[in-house]
């Protein structure tokens, strides 16, 4: 029991040897890592308008922190023109960050250059506010004569993106519709064999025993060959102008239906010709069937044979009569219509396959809902890829950037609002299509005392209310923009009446608050839940918001 007590005792000891050992390391770890140092300063604090302040801001810290420097409109009043690249020092474990910010002003007056924040690690970090004083520039008034300030005029909204963007279909749409008339609809030159084929059977037969002639199957022994182009030369020919079915016959059916056309009176060829071709057909079973080989002499006086017969033939047809002519005619026509609607029907299948092409692949790589919404157009889509808007709207200030400009709405105030309300300025935006809204409310009163929120949201509930808006769902969070600015977001879903009527969508709102001593500031904004863009847009706004929270 005693080694045991012993044994415990070491061991609790050089535990609590290790925890020290541990313990100072971790103080010694935390004294060598030095706090950061945030400084700031602008090269002037009086300029006339127009003019730039460089506003530079200094960070010390360790050189494994994490920086993040104000971004976008952060100073207003004053306007950023440009922010700079940030310049890197680095000395052994610590690193020295300097941006630089050049700012301006449009009005004359005085004006505070707010905190910034500066966040690292997480924590944030506030810089010294300035003075700026703006002056007014002088101008000459006796030599220089004065205009009175012109009316707004209404500018029409540029279609030019859409334009090119129709003309670049329209190319498109050419090109394919001339590659489908170069191959398909355009009448192409004949090749030989094609226009051979158009001949009529009578010279076409005279050619191919001329082409026979010319030939190297006899010089080359091929007996077979020969008889065998021989007879379905003429065979060919018989089926084509006679009307018989030679290709499928024997030798004797053959000659049977010639003599039968003869006989009755359809055919006016002498027996002896008939007679002669039946034995030019034996000849050619001989050859081709039981090996036979005449000599080359007969091979070519059958073929010479032949060609009497065709001519011969050709004579005995009785001429056709004129409705047979034009029977022919018509059909011919019937024929070369037939040809023409073919090729219609391959120039549409293949313009038509192109185009399932074309989306199916746009289809499987965007998506079908991005698909639709780029051909058919889809109202918040068109506002989330159009060009944007950054401005300040009211006093104090909200600045936000949008997908269009917020408008000026006049507002009409009862007495009792009059005389707690000192100034009050409504700006707002609505796409009806897509319901979506934005709206910027900055308002004074004459009481400058701490306003309540809660006040402000039961209000903005009521109003929702009259607007015919139901099924009304509410939660509430604190929002911080980019700059330490703190404020209140309200936000939830609801069912918005569409157009006024009774039919409703389910859609979400959200309601940002700012405010002090006697003003505040309100940015709402509405959009269809199921709306993606619309989605993205809100996103967008939210990240931009800024305002001043002083007067």
């Known amino acids: ?108 007056g005085t004006y505070k250059l707010p905190t910034q924040r500066i966040e690292i690690d997480g924590i944030g970090y506030f810089t010294d506010s300035l003075e700026v004083q703006v002056a007014t520039v002088p101008v000459d008034t006796l030599t220089q004569k004065m205009y009175d300030i012109k009316p707004l005029m209404e500018v029409q909204k540029s279609y030019s993106d859409l334009l090119i963007t129709i003309l670049i279909v329209l190319l498109i749409l050419g090109v394919i519709a001339g590659l489908v008339y170069w191959f398909v609809l355009r009448k192409k030159p004949l090749t030989e064999e094609e226009k051979e084929a158009m001949l009529p059977a009578y010279d076409r037969a005279l050619l191919e025993l001329k082409r026979l002639e010319n030939s190297k199957y006899l010089i080359q022994d091929e007996y077979k060959k020969y008889y065998s182009e021989l007879t379905a030369i003429v ?35 002498e027996e002896e010709t008939i007679q002669q071709f039946k034995k030019i057909l034996q000849t050619a079973d001989l050859v081709k069937f039981a090996r036979s080989k005449p000599p080359t002499s007969v091979a070519e006086q059958d ?21 047979e002519l034009m029977m022919q005619e018509a059909y011919q026509e019937e024929m070369a219509e037939k040809r023409r609607k073919k090729k ?99 308002t004074t009163y004459t009481d400058p005392e701490e306003l309540n929120f809660e006040e402000s949201v039961e209000a903005f509930i009521i109003n929702l209310e009259k607007r015919g808006v139901k099924n009304i769902i509410t939660k509430e969070e604190e929002f911080t923009t980019l700059s330490g600015v703190k404020g209140v977001r309200i936000y939830g879903s609801a069912k918005f009446p569409v157009n006024g009527s009774d ?25 269809l839940e199921d709306d993606d863009y619309a989605q993205e847009i809100i996103d967008r706004i939210m990240k931009s918001i800024e305002v001043k929270t002083e007067v």
Not at 240 to 262: F, G, P, R, W, Y
Not at 303 to 323: D, F, H, N, S, W
Not at 377 to 388: D, F, Q, R
Request: proline residues 3%; glycine residues 6%.
């Open 503 to 527: 039919e409703t969508k389910s859609g979400k709102y959200s309601v940002i608050l700012f405010g002090g001593k006697g003003f505040q500031q309100q940015l709402m904004l509405s959009w």
């Open 344 to 442: 219609i029907y391959i120039a549409a299948a293949s313009f038509a396959g192109l185009v399932f092409f074309a989306l199916a692949f746009s289809i499987a790589y965007y998506g079908f809902s991005t698909v639709k919404d780029s051909v058919f157009g889809h109202p918040t889509k068109s506002l989330l890829e159009g060009e944007w808007v950054s401005s300040a709207y009211g006093y104090p200030p909200i600045i936000v950037e949008t997908p269009e400009v917020l408008i000026r709405q006049e507002t009409e105030l009862s007495a009792e609002a009059m005389a707690k309300i000192k100034e009050l300025q409504v700006f707002s935006y609505e796409q009806p299509k897509g319901m979506f809204t934005v709206g910027a409310i900055s």
């Open 235 to 269: 065979r060919a020919y018989l089926e084509e102008d006679v009307h018989v079915s030679a290709l499928e016959s024997t030798t004797n059916q053959l000659i049977d239906k010639l003599e039968l056309l003869k006989d009755s009176g359809e055919l006016q060829l």
């Open 1 to 108: 029991m005693r080694t045991q007590g012993v044994e415990a005792g070491k061991i609790a000891s050089h535990f609590l040897r290790y925890s020290l050992l541990w313990l100072c390391l971790v103080s010694a770890h935390s004294y060598g890592q030095k706090k950061p140092v945030v400084s700031s300063e602008a090269d002037t604090t009086s300029i006339k308008i127009g003019e730039q302040i460089k506003f530079k801001v200094v960070v010390e810290a360790d050189s494994t922190a994490q920086v993040i420097f104000p971004e976008g409109q952060t100073f207003a009043p004053l306007e950023t023109v440009e922010a700079y690249k940030t310049d890197t020092t680095r000395k052994k474990d610590r690193i020295t960050l300097q941006k630089t910010y050049a700012l301006t002003q449009f009005d004359s």
């Open 303 to 323: 073929r010479l044979a032949v060609e009497q017969i065709v001519i011969k033939t050709k004579e005995a047809l009785p001429e056709p009569t004129e409705e």
